[in-house]
């Protein structure tokens, strides 16, 4: 499912590009992420370990690859995380489920 984000303006860190929901993501989450996007977007990248954070400081100096992890259900940790990444080149962003 692609995501039409010209009705939602907003001020990014970097480029999203065209924003991608895979199926079992959407039907996990019961909705379209819209705030979890909005958290990607702005820094806010969720459980992610200090390498992946650096990681992520990295490409937002060079242009790489973006990635947050959030939980499906914070009240609920058995219910698995959401994964969205930003490709390397800043043109495309996936939400998807980690296992995916």
Sequence with gaps: MILNFERYPMQSNFLLGSLRITEDARIKLKRIPYDLICRHAV??????????????????????E???????????????SVVI????????TLVKMENE
């Design 85 to 92: 990444v930003t490709a390397e080149a800043w043109d495309e």
């Design 43 to 64: 820094n806010d990248h969720g459980l992610l370990s200090r390498r992946e954070l650096r990681r992520n400081e990295m490409s937002m100096k060079t242009i790489g």
């Design 66 to 80: 973006i990635i947050s992890r959030y939980l499906v259900d914070p009240t609920d940790p058995s219910q698995g």
